[in-house]
């Protein structure tokens, strides 16, 4: 089952904050995070991991509550290059362990 | 370094047309993936290949049929076109199956079934 990213389109000025929010129904082995710029490729972000592990950007910041079963992604000090999609996936034990399952999206656009 | 590779980049079908989707990768991955991206629906897994000698199912097979080729290439076949498969295909590659494996994509090819 689909996870539910919130919000689903987000505007900002540069510098302002963002939140992304990404939920599963299911318990999680892990939490990708991907950035998708119109009409290019997914581009890898960030994973984090049951148990604490983390790996990816420097300068991206996420969270992963286990018991929830959530994500967040944490968007700092915006810049017009952080305009994109961005999709969270995530690995549940059981159903097809190889298999990441990615949200809808949500859109997030910078402005001047 | 080309990273992962995928042609053509743009295609129209009729229907009931076939056609082979490539995908290649440059970086030694043992397992390469096909995603379907629709608008408003995010990326779905239509199959993948843990490794060289092995493909299963993903969430959205019906209609497709795959071969990895060799350890680098993983090719997606249509044999038969609708227009419901209009879509853009991305493959992608990663070191191992399994948890914690980043996943590497290609630039995408934007299939048209008229």
């Known amino acids: 089952q689909q996870p539910v990213q919130s919000p689903q389109a987000v505007i900002l000025r540069e510098g302002e904050d963002a939140v992304i929010n990404c939920s599963s129904s299911?318990?999680?082995?892990?939490v990708h995070w991907y950035r998708q710029k119109h009409g290019e490729a997914p581009v890898f972000l960030m994973i984090l991991l049951k148990g604490g592990e983390q790996k990816g950007h420097e300068k991206i910041s996420a969270s992963f509550n286990e018991k929830k079963q959530q994500s967040s992604l944490y968007l700092t000090a915006s810049q017009l290059s952080y305009s994109g999609t961005y999709f969270c996936g995530t690995e549940n034990p059981g159903a097809g362990s190889y298999q990441l399952t990615f949200g809808k999206g949500t859109k997030l656009s910078v402005i001047p | 370094n080309a990273g992962v590779t995928q042609t053509p980049k743009f295609q129209v079908l009729k229907t009931g047309q076939s056609m082979t989707l490539q995908c290649a990768q440059d970086m030694n991955h043992n397992s390469m993936y096909w995603y379907r991206q629709d608008p408003g629906m995010g990326l779905r897994l239509i199959y993948y290949s843990a490794s060289e000698g092995t493909t299963d199912k993903g969430e959205v097979p019906n209609g497709y049929n795959v071969s990895r080729l060799n350890k680098r290439e993983f090719s997606l076949r249509l044999e038969s076109a609708a227009p419901s498969q209009t879509s853009v295909y991305f493959c992608?590659?990663?070191?191992?199956?399994?948890?914690?494996?980043?996943?590497?994509f290609g630039p995408g090819t934007r299939l048209t079934v008229l």
């Open positions: 992608a590659s990663s070191l191992l199956a399994g948890v914690g494996n980043e996943q590497f």
């Open positions: 299911k318990a999680l082995y892990s």
